[in-house]
Structures are given as C-alpha cells and as structure tokens.
Nanobody, 129 residues
Framework: QIQLEESGGGLVQAGGSLQLSCAASGRTSSTSNTYLMGWFRQTPRQEREFVAAMTWRGEHTYIADSMQGRFTISRDDAKHMVFLQMNNLKPEDTAVYYC???????????????????WGQGTQVTVSS
C-alpha cells in the first residue's frame, strides 16, 4: 500500500505561482508503486481532469495541452516525492488537485484516473481574479 499526501495549495491571485508537493509513504521500497506519478484536478462542476504525469527518473513527462508552458512536473525519487510547479495561474485553474501513483500504463493511460490505484486526499487551489 502507498499513502500519498499533497501540500502547497492555497489562495493566489491570477498571474501568480504555486508549487504543489506530494509525498509518498508506505511501501515505497517497491518502485512499481510509484513508477508513474501524476496530478489530476477536479471542480464540483467538472469531471476529474488530467494535469501532468511523470515516470520513474523522469524518463517520460506528460503535461495536459492546456497547461503546457505554465505547469511543470518534477519528482525526487530518493524522497518519494512529486511536485507540480504552476505559473501564470488563471481563475479557471481553481480546483482540488490530487496526486496519484501507479505501477504503469499503456498508450495514453497516464491520462486516465483508473490507471492509478493510489490517490491523495487533495489540496485546494484557488485563483482569484
């Protein structure tokens, strides 16, 4: 089992930046549990949306098209952590952001929530206009 805990959310003005962190604990000795780590977001009115994902040692990196150039994902495998740097935030980025991890994927599976068996509780990001 893997436990994920997000931090770094908060209130920021449009155009500002935030960095979200996600720490994995539990059976992190098995790298398969955290081979793929990603971020999703959700608002009360929208379905869960893929944000970004990265594989072990950063071999593959994926960012949602609408966030390219503004969001960056990174990870520290020694500390079992993944980060989401969000710049030039917009009010429409307001959401609960969730960290997720899993053993692997095929094709575009990194974009699909069901690929990830482990999820954090989420952290609220609010961007004011």
């Amino acid at each position: 089992q893997i436990q994920l805990e997000e931090s770094g959310g908060g209130l920021v003005q449009a155009g500002g930046s935030l960095q979200l962190s996600c720490a994995a604990s539990g059976r992190t000795s098995s790298t398969s549990n955290t081979y793929l780590m990603g971020w999703f977001r959700q608002t009360p009115r929208q379905e869960r949306e893929f944000v970004a994902a990265m594989t072990w040692r950063g071999e593959h990196t994926y960012i949602a098209d609408s966030m390219q150039g503004r969001f960056t994902i990174s990870r520290d495998d020694a500390k079992h952590m993944v980060f989401l740097q969000m710049n030039n935030l917009k009010p429409e980025d307001t959401a609960v952001y969730y960290c997720a991890s899993g053993a692997g994927y095929s094709g575009n599976g990194y974009r699909v929530g069901s690929t990830y068996p482990y999820w954090g509780q989420g952290t609220q990001v609010t961007v004011s206009s």
